[in-house]
């Protein structure tokens, strides 16, 4: 996980998401459906979530779930970063 600046929190936690996510954070409005996928990244792993637009757009697998080392490459995915603790506020996800 990278870490962010945030105004709100200093020094936070990344939590990466699609741009039609972060978009809809940055405006306080109605959050498009999404879901998570863990993926590999040494020597941790990253949580990403995209909405039902980017989950078809990446081929990514329904439902959301950890994904092994071939199916997908982090740097692959367009995400946004957002910090980590104004995303679990805003959604009440962990």
């Not at 959301?64 to 367009?78: K, N, T, Y």
Request: glycine fraction near 4%; charged fraction near 20%; charge should be negative.
């Amino acid at each position: 996980m990278g870490v962010t600046l945030c105004h709100v929190h200093g020094r936070a936690g990344v939590a990466h998401t699609c741009r039609h996510i972060r978009a809809a954070l940055d405006a306080h409005s109605t959050l498009p459906t999404w879901r998570s996928y863990t993926l590999p990244h040494p020597p941790d792993h990253v949580v990403v979530r995209m909405c039902d637009a980017c989950v078809t757009e990446n081929n990514l697998p329904v439902p959301g779930r950890m994904l092994a080392d071939d199916e997908v490459v982090l740097d692959q995915l367009r995400t946004d970063p957002y910090c980590d603790a104004c995303f679990v506020e805003l959604t009440s996800e962990p």
